[in-house]
């Protein structure tokens, strides 16, 4: 049993409310709280240090202060309801949370999606993806004491938003991507709302790389901080950023293409250092591929059905059901209880901001999930911060923190 | 996609063969098959794993052995599953042989029970914290405590006679 162990116990017995646990003054060493509650841990993290003055010797980082048992909640909702659980697991990233079910659900379905619900898809993911690392960006300038960085990465995401928010009526949680496509096509008028996006965001986020990029103080609290080699970041699962600012070359809208990114064109920013900096770079890079990608989106965005139609899975149109007998007993079989889902396993993965999304699905063949099981990144990414920080001061501690961009309702769900 | 199932005892040796061959683990589930047809054990352990280089997946169910369920922990060879391992015991109550830190990680520690098991019902369980020591607040000579209140009064306000009987019980 290591001494942090050791310190847990004691910190458990005594009741929570301490921040300092223990001072071992024969080796000057003290062991302190950081979180749940606390500014730099982007959420409802506990970190357990251990402290030789400003060093680092142990991080262990206590998680589970946001869980509220989703996976759970899932086997109760019918298979579409299911979708309005798992957007809210990670809330940064919502649209990837629901891609990752449906793609797992259509397959136990063995339905197909039209291109156009694949192409609206891929639109609200990459916008989804930039909404994400712009906060990231805020976040983590703000920790490095950037303050205007926050400031700027929510005035775009505010803009990203608001486009969510004309086609899913929602800013966050859209319950929007459905097994089997989109829940609704596009508004009218979304060709020139995208544009004004795209007319915005490219140069916004090249002002951003001239504010940070060369930045002296961004570059000394950033290079060589928090770094993991190739080997540790494979060892440990890392995926996503981490895992590319590792030198890891592996995104899976590449290298197992899901939906329609077999057809688009776009790079994928490895870096090697493996540091914060690293970290920095590469989702600097994504961010200016996302936007490539959203104009080849936009201009490849083909017509047509936005979902699958099959009437065993889409409730039929309002219009059908003054007509059809037949339209109003599957409005009413899908209203009731839903469809059901052949007996079956399966695991589908995205490629989320943070990494790789999955989702492990079971159909016992009724009309609710057996099991869901998602794989979050943030949950997996978090193992590495203790390799990162040991032997680092408490300030890159931070910086490392924010530079896994963890999100605490992901991790615990 | 392929798919294998496992005996417990297979598991140490089949995890090192397939780390050796450059599988990494991307995913570990603890599963309740008491639903489902055509199994022999309740509690299964499903891994998805990932070859990079050849751009395959492939599942493997391993099944567990024992009360508790028990099944060998392999950190030693992937560490990424260290947390992965200690949720599917917080939610199965599966036990990992030989990992470094089994304990709970997204319940609280004094949790009893594990929640992702068939038959522990949503809403059935009674959600209630255990005090800890600095919500203890002892004032003597106060009004009783709502158990002790709840027994004396019923729903109308009239007076009952105390006994040992948790509210709501019949």
Same mark, same amino acid.
């Given at each position: 049993?290591?001494?942090?162990?050791?310190?847990?116990?004691?910190?458990?017995?005594?009741?929570?409310?301490?921040?300092?646990?223990?001072?071992?003054?024969?080796?000057?060493?003290?062991?302190?709280?950081?979180?749940?509650?606390?500014?730099?841990?982007?959420?409802? *993290?506990?970190?357990?240090?251990?402290?030789?003055?400003?060093?680092?010797?142990?991080?262990?980082?206590?998680?589970?202060?946001?869980?509220?048992?989703?996976?759970?909640?899932?086997?109760?909702?019918?298979?579409?309801?299911?979708?309005?659980?798992?957007?809210?697991?990670?809330?940064?990233?919502?649209?990837?949370?629901?891609?990752?079910?449906?793609?797992?659900?259509?397959?136990?379905?063995?339905?197909?999606?039209?291109?156009?619900?694949?192409?609206?898809?891929?639109?609200?993911?990459?916008?989804?993806?930039? /909404? /994400?690392?712009?906060?990231?960006?805020?976040?983590?300038?703000?920790?490095?004491?950037?303050?205007?960085?926050?400031?700027?990465?929510?005035?775009?995401?505010? *803009?990203?938003?608001?486009?969510?928010?004309?086609?899913?009526?929602?800013?966050?949680?859209?319950?929007?991507?459905?097994?089997?496509?989109?829940?609704?096509?596009?508004?009218?008028?979304?060709?020139?709302?995208?544009?004004?996006?795209?007319?915005?965001?490219?140069?916004?986020?090249?002002?951003?790389?001239?504010?940070?990029?060369?930045?002296?103080?961004?570059?000394?609290?950033?290079?060589?901080?928090?770094?993991?080699?190739?080997?540790?970041?494979?060892?440990?699962?890392?995926?996503?950023?981490?895992?590319?600012?590792?030198?890891?070359?592996?995104? *899976?809208?590449?290298?197992?293409?899901?939906?329609?990114?077999?057809?688009?064109?776009?790079?994928?920013?490895?870096?090697?250092?493996?540091?914060?900096?690293?970290?920095?770079?590469?989702?600097?890079?994504?961010?200016?591929?996302?936007?490539?990608?959203?104009?080849?989106?936009?201009?490849?965005?083909?017509?047509?059905?936005?979902?699958?139609?099959?009437?065993?899975?889409?409730?039929?149109?309002?219009?059908?059901?003054?007509?059809?007998?037949?339209?109003?007993?599957?409005?009413?079989?899908?209203?009731?209880?839903?469809?059901?889902?052949?007996?079956?396993?399966?695991?589908?993965?995205?490629? /989320?901001?943070?990494?790789?999304?999955?989702?492990?699905?079971?159909?016992?063949?009724?009309?609710?999930?057996?099991?869901?099981?998602?794989?979050?990144? /943030?949950?997996?990414?978090?193992?590495? *911060?203790?390799?990162?920080?040991?032997?680092?001061?408490?300030?890159?501690?931070?910086?490392?923190?924010?530079?896994?961009?963890?999100?605490?309702?992901?991790?615990?769900? | 996609?392929?798919?294998?199932?496992?005996? #417990?005892?297979?598991?140490?040796?089949? #995890?090192? #063969?397939?780390?050796?061959?450059?599988?990494?683990?991307?995913? %570990?589930?603890?599963?309740?098959?008491?639903?489902?047809?055509?199994?022999?054990?309740?509690?299964?352990?499903?891994?998805?794993?990932?070859?990079?280089?050849?751009?395959?997946?492939?599942? %493997?169910?391993?099944?567990?052995?024992?009360?508790?369920?028990?099944?060998?922990?392999?950190?030693?060879?992937?560490?990424?599953?260290?947390?992965?391992?200690?949720? #599917?015991?917080?939610?199965?109550?599966?036990?990992?042989?030989?990992?470094?830190?089994?304990?709970?990680?997204?319940?609280?520690?004094?949790?009893?029970?594990?929640?992702?098991?068939?038959?522990?019902?949503?809403?059935?369980?009674?959600?209630?914290?255990?005090?800890?020591?600095?919500?203890?607040?002892?004032?003597?000579?106060?009004?009783?405590?709502?158990?002790?209140?709840?027994?004396?009064?019923?729903?109308?306000?009239?007076?009952?006679?105390?006994?040992?009987?948790?509210?709501?019980?019949?």
């Amino acid at each position: 049993m290591s001494k942090t162990q050791a310190v847990i116990e004691a910190v458990e017995a005594k009741g929570h409310g301490a921040f300092v646990e223990s001072y071992d003054e024969l080796e000057e060493r003290m062991v302190i709280n950081m979180g749940p509650v606390h500014p730099a841990t982007h959420g409802v *993290l506990r970190l357990l240090l251990e402290l030789d003055a400003e060093t680092v010797v142990d991080c262990q980082p206590i998680i589970g202060y946001l869980h509220t048992g989703m996976e759970k909640e899932c086997e109760d909702q019918n298979w579409r309801g299911a979708v309005t659980i798992v957007t809210r697991m990670d809330y940064l990233a919502p649209f990837f949370n629901e891609q990752a079910y449906s793609l797992a659900v259509e397959a136990l379905l063995g339905i197909e999606v039209p291109e156009r619900g694949k192409y609206i898809r891929m639109l609200m993911a990459e916008l989804n993806r930039l /909404s /994400s690392h712009v906060v990231w960006f805020g976040t983590q300038g703000l920790d490095m004491g950037a303050m205007s960085a926050m400031f700027y990465g929510f005035r775009e995401r505010e *803009l990203i938003l608001d486009f969510f928010e004309m086609v899913s009526g929602l800013r966050m949680n859209h319950n929007y991507i459905i097994p089997g496509g989109v829940w609704e096509d596009l508004p009218d008028g979304w060709e020139r709302a995208i544009e004004d996006i795209l007319d915005v965001l490219p140069p916004r986020v090249r002002e951003y790389e001239e504010l940070l990029s060369l930045n002296p103080i961004f570059l000394e609290r950033t290079n060589g901080v928090g770094a993991i080699s190739r080997e540790e970041a494979l060892a440990l699962g890392a995926t996503g950023p981490i895992g590319r600012a590792a030198g890891i070359d592996w995104d *899976l809208r590449r290298d197992i293409p899901y939906d329609g990114y077999s057809q688009l064109e776009f790079d994928v920013p490895v870096e090697t250092a493996g540091d914060v900096y690293a970290r920095y770079r590469v989702r600097m890079v994504e961010m200016h591929q996302s936007l490539r990608l959203i104009r080849q989106i936009v201009d490849g965005m083909p017509s047509g059905d936005f979902k699958n139609m099959d009437a065993k899975l889409t409730p039929p149109p309002r219009a059908e059901l003054n007509r059809s007998m037949e339209a109003v007993i599957h409005h009413f079989k899908l209203v009731t209880q839903g469809y059901t889902v052949p007996p079956g396993e399966t695991y589908a993965a995205v490629e /989320s901001p943070r990494g790789e999304l999955g989702v492990y699905a079971i159909s016992d063949g009724g009309t609710s999930p057996y099991r869901i099981h998602v794989r979050d990144p /943030s949950f997996v990414n978090l193992q590495s *911060l203790p390799t990162m920080v040991k032997g680092q001061l408490v300030a890159d501690l931070i910086a490392s923190i924010a530079s896994i961009d963890p999100i605490l309702g992901g991790v615990d769900r | 996609m392929e798919t294998a199932w496992l005996q #417990a005892s297979e598991w140490l040796e089949r #995890a090192g #063969a397939l780390a050796d061959e450059g599988w990494q683990i991307r995913d %570990l589930a603890g599963v309740d098959t008491s639903g489902l047809k055509g199994f022999e054990t309740r509690f299964e352990v499903v891994v998805q794993l990932l070859h990079t280089e050849r751009k395959e997946r492939t599942t %493997l169910h391993v099944m567990t052995e024992g009360d508790p369920p028990t099944i060998p922990s392999v950190v030693g060879i992937w560490p990424t599953t260290n947390f992965m391992e200690r949720e #599917a015991y917080d939610m199965f109550g599966i036990v990992f042989d030989g990992h470094p830190n089994l304990t709970r990680i997204l319940m609280p520690d004094e949790w009893e029970g594990h929640p992702l098991r068939k038959d522990y019902g949503v809403g059935k369980v009674q959600v209630e914290f255990k005090p800890q020591p600095f919500l203890q607040i002892e004032t003597p000579g106060q009004s009783p405590s709502p158990q002790e209140a709840l027994r004396r009064v019923d729903r109308l306000g009239q007076v009952v006679p105390a006994t040992d009987k948790e509210p709501g019980q019949a």
